[in-house]
């Protein structure tokens, strides 16, 4: 009955095991025979026997552990050495990988709309961020097929989603810290479609912890009906993975997803948008917004700095910029050099300060001093700021009115520039995540408006309290260009 459910692997480690030459065995053996046994019971088929029968010799012992083996790439070779110990010590998917459970219950729905409905929320994020979370991993699947998600605001939906703790009425009991992540149930009526996450892990938007929107994609997977995948690159493997990838799913993905449910009628070239039909990548290799503004609403979507400029906000990625006036529908788009002929590189950060008027947009180790379209005079370096002689580049900047001051963000640190006195403070850099608490990952760009600032992280924006020191909230980055 149960189809999924996600487990804890190593960030660290990695989430794939390739083959390597024979590993030693373990210095204790009976220990790490039982959780050998243990494993392969409930992943593979082995049959239970007594304790004192427990043998490495086996023929049913040495055959399912070579199945296990296979399954995660590692040399099949019917003995427990280290590498294979490694792997069945990596908490992991509560579902066998050798399971069919197409004769257990129905496949797919056998509708394009279903229904959703958020029933008992999380302790660690606030609902707007966990209704927002759980909205973009069903997207991801929507974009790749012909399905559509409508929350529901009754208990009568289709896929139930709720964070519950230990035994929650469905048989399969949650394990406390560092065990399963979550499970989610096959289509079907009753508890057919329903998503439960354990909450006594720690759910975050970030990479510490536990991405809630990379669990809840692969989740959402199994309630549409998908199986666990071998392919490490897909987002049906079993392990958890914090995902650096652009496209959560993988060519394998969107090829099972459409062979249960229509291909997306509006995106029939799919496959060739992300660049799968070649060996290269379009998106890395030529100009990244070669097509025309309609693509501004790819789930994907990411910038590289966000600023204002006047009554305008500005939007800028690789080469290309959109401009979205105060008062005015839609955006003006194109390349950099169009608005502003004299800047030819991309823009890496940006950022506004009210009282001079200006915007300062920064390419590497210079950046360039900006009011209306019209750049003053020469570029300059960045060491102006006060920075140390070894920056040479910054990841995002904002100006926040309050105190005067613009933070500048590179990787895990910031600084803050007193722009009043035109000096860097004292005592910096200093760790983001000590003062910025759930902000986890680097910082693409970021913006200070009406008492917030929006840090761009990836494919998302989260909603900066600068005064609480908390996140509030938390969308789509391409959210911002009206999508």
Not at 213 to 221: C, D, L, R, S
Not at 307 to 333: C, M, P, V, Y
Not at 391 to 400: G, S, T, W
């Amino acid at each position: 009955m149960l189809l999924s459910c996600w487990v804890v692997v190593s960030l660290l480690t990695g989430l794939c095991f390739p083959a390597s030459a024979q590993s030693p065995p373990s210095t204790e053996p009976q220990v790490d025979l039982k959780l050998a046994a243990d494993y392969l019971q409930r992943y593979y088929n082995l049959h239970k026997e007594p304790a004192v029968r427990l043998k490495r010799s086996s023929p049913p012992f040495t055959y399912n552990l070579k199945d296990m083996q296979m399954f995660f790439g590692l040399r099949a070779t019917g003995e427990l050495d280290s590498d294979t110990l490694e792997v069945m010590k990596s908490p992991r998917c509560g579902v066998p990988d050798v399971e069919e459970y197409s004769h257990i219950q129905r496949t797919r729905w056998n509708k394009n709309v279903i229904t959703y409905s958020i029933g008992r929320y999380t302790r660690d994020l606030p609902r707007r961020t966990v209704d927002l979370l759980v909205e973009s991993a069903f997207r991801v699947w929507a974009g790749a097929s012909s399905l559509t998600f409508v929350r529901s605001p009754t208990r009568n939906a289709d896929i139930m989603v709720e964070f519950v703790t230990n035994e929650h009425g469905d048989f399969y009991p949650f394990d406390g810290p560092r065990g399963t992540l979550a499970h989610a149930f096959g289509p079907g009526s009753g508890i057919g479609g329903d998503t439960h996450f354990d909450d006594d892990e720690r759910w975050t938007a970030g990479e510490t912890g536990f991405n809630l929107f990379v669990v809840a994609a692969h989740e959402f997977g199994h309630a549409l009906g998908l199986k666990h995948s071998r392919n490490p690159e897909s987002l049906m493997y079993p392990t958890y993975k914090s995902s650096h990838r652009a496209y959560l799913l993988s060519r394998e993905d969107v090829a099972n997803i459409n062979a249960l449910y229509s291909p997306v009628r509006s995106h029939p070239d799919y496959f060739l948008r992300r660049g799968w039909s070649s060996r290269f990548n379009p998106w890395v290799s030529r100009s990244l917004f070669p097509q025309p503004m309609r693509d501004k609403c790819q789930p994907d979507l990411t910038f590289d700095a966000v600023s204002i400029l006047g009554d305008a906000t500005l939007f800028f990625r690789k080469k290309h910029l959109w401009i979205k006036h105060k008062n005015q529908e839609g955006f003006q788009e194109g390349p950099i050099v169009n608005f502003m002929p004299k800047i030819k590189t991309s823009i890496d950060a940006a950022f506004w300060v009210p009282h001079r008027s200006r915007a300062y947009l920064i390419h590497k180790s210079m950046f360039w001093t900006v009011r209306g379209s019209l750049k003053r005079g020469r570029h300059r370096a960045l060491c102006h700021f006060g920075f140390p002689a070894g920056v040479q580049d910054v990841d995002a900047a904002v100006h926040v009115v309050e105190t005067g001051r613009t933070l500048f963000f590179m990787h895990d640190v910031y600084w803050s520039y007193n722009e009043n006195r035109r000096v860097m403070d004292l005592g910096y850099p200093k760790n983001i995540s000590d003062d910025f608490p759930g902000i986890d990952a680097a910082i693409n760009a970021a913006l200070h408006r009406d008492g917030f600032i929006y840090f761009f992280v990836g494919l998302h924006v989260y909603k900066y309290d600068y005064a609480q020191k908390h996140v509030v909230g938390v969308e789509k980055a391409n959210s911002w260009l009206g999508c």
